[in-house]
């Protein structure tokens, strides 16, 4: 069982949909999760981190945390062609403290 | 635009070859951390410096060797090159008492080995 695991995908919605993103992992201890984006070509950057159970809200995007279920989720609403993008989930380790990734989900936005 | 610049850009080396990658840290940040990504892949962490010191590694073999100078700018070197070591190798720096994960990446250094 892969430590961070997430659909490759792709996974295509039409403009101005919600773009859900689902992320597993399998360490109970861990504390932190976040999501990063990657364009293609480019680094990952940070778009959302969260610490508690349920959700957390930043603009169009909304983090949702299930820590029982070992569930992490990231909702895109209004989704614009400039999110198609790759979607990395990553999540704190309780022993290493150090970040691990999942392989990412690839998304589509269709005009 | 992070802050965090790496060189080269871009490089091919073949097999057995040695490498040295640089980053050059944001202002104020003290850790270094560095991760390789494949094609397809997420970021697998290498290991970090803090303070000129090794601070945590991930599970790569010794042939991967890293430094970090006063100026808080680090060098990634690989040697014995091998073809699977073929990826972007990312650099991020972090300030102190900054959220583990809160992490600011270069643009990378993309490596190609033949």
């Known amino acids: 069982q892969k430590e961070v695991e997430q659909n490759s995908g792709p996974l295509s919605v039409p403009e101005g949909a919600i773009a859900s993103l689902n992320c597993t992992y399998s360490?109970?201890?861990?504390?932190?999760f976040f999501w990063y984006r990657q364009y293609s070509g480019k680094s990952p950057e940070l778009i959302m981190s969260?610490?508690?159970?349920g959700d957390k809200e930043d603009g169009r995007f909304t983090a949702q945390l299930n820590k029982a279920s070992q569930y992490v989720s990231l909702l895109i609403r209004d989704s614009q062609p400039s999110d198609s993008a790759t979607y990395l989930c990553?999540?704190?380790?309780?022993?290493?403290?150090?970040?691990?990734f999942g392989q990412g989900t690839t998304l589509q936005v269709k005009p | 635009e992070t802050g965090v610049t790496q060189s080269p850009t871009h490089l091919i080396k073949t097999r057995g070859q040695q490498v040295t990658l640089r980053c050059s840290s944001q202002?104020?940040?003290?850790?270094v951390s560095w991760y390789q990504q494949a094609l397809g892949q997420g970021p697998q962490f290498i290991f970090q410096?803090?303070?000129?010191?090794?601070?945590g590694r991930g599970n790569f073999p010794p042939r991967f060797s890293g430094l970090q100078f006063p100026n808080y700018s680090s060098e990634l070197n690989v040697n014995a090159l091998e073809l699977d070591d073929s990826a972007l190798y990312l650099c991020?720096?972090?300030?102190?008492?900054?959220?583990?994960?809160?992490?600011?990446f270069g643009e990378g250094s993309r490596l190609t080995v033949l």
């Open positions: 202002s104020g940040h003290n850790t």
């Open positions: 969260i610490y508690s159970n």
């Open positions: 990553a999540v704190g380790s309780s022993n290493t403290g150090k970040l691990i």
């Open positions: 410096y803090y303070r000129e010191e090794e601070n």
């Open positions: 360490d109970r201890g861990s504390q932190s």
């Open positions: 991020a720096s972090s300030f102190p008492g900054q959220a583990i994960g809160e992490l600011f």
